[in-house]
């Protein structure tokens, strides 16, 4: 650990500390020959990665429960269960690559009780399990529009979605305001944690669930009602037109 970080590491990471190193050396190590951070990355891992995820965790109450959407090499999800013994918490990645490097890093540090990595998008695993979580994170995802669409059903009415974003944050929030209410989301709300431990500071777009919005049905096409034909039948494989293919 670069010496200029080593008290903000201490702050953020107390007693868990130790923790904390094992998990860079995996991130260093596994990490960038499986692909999953840049070698450049690596001299950088304490402010640009542990750190910089763990300060969110004075955003989330004491023993809540968390799903962490695309995570990755297990960033903020696994930064956060080593930070925070309290929380329950869900990895969902789609990437069998990333899943596996996931379970053997829960593993290797000791997480079994308190992490739980599942594979899959986020909309696949929305409406559990697991159940509703009190907090969602997501970092460097997509733009906040789709991110609030795939993350936003994850959270329980009242829950919260807690996206990482970077300088342009504002902006963002300016832009897809209209799209997050729509979702169901309130306000959305820039915070800024670690002041004073990092700069710059963690960089958050709080939403709260506020209701929750049910996708509209798609509506059938005059075709697919037809009694006369099966649903989508265009001529592909089974079709009434494939079938009559003479010799």
Sequence with gaps: MPSAFAEAAERAFGDRLGLATRYAELLITDGVVRGLIGPREAPRVWERHLINCAVMSEMIPLGASVTDVGSGAGL????????????????????????AFLSEAVTALGLEATVTVVRGRAEDVAGGPPAAADVVTARAVAPLDRLAGWCLPLAAVG?????LKGASAAEEVAEHHEAITRLGGGDPVVRLCGAGLIDPPTTVVEIVRERAVVAPRPRPSGRAADPGRSAGSTGGRGSGKRRSRRG
């Excluded at 829950?159 to 996206?163: E, I, N, V």
């Design 76 to 99: 903020p999800g696994i930064v956060l269960a080593v930070a925070r013994p309290d929380l329950t918490i869900t990895l969902v990645e789609p990437l069998a690559r990333r899943t």
């Design 159 to 163: 829950g919260r979605l807690l996206a």
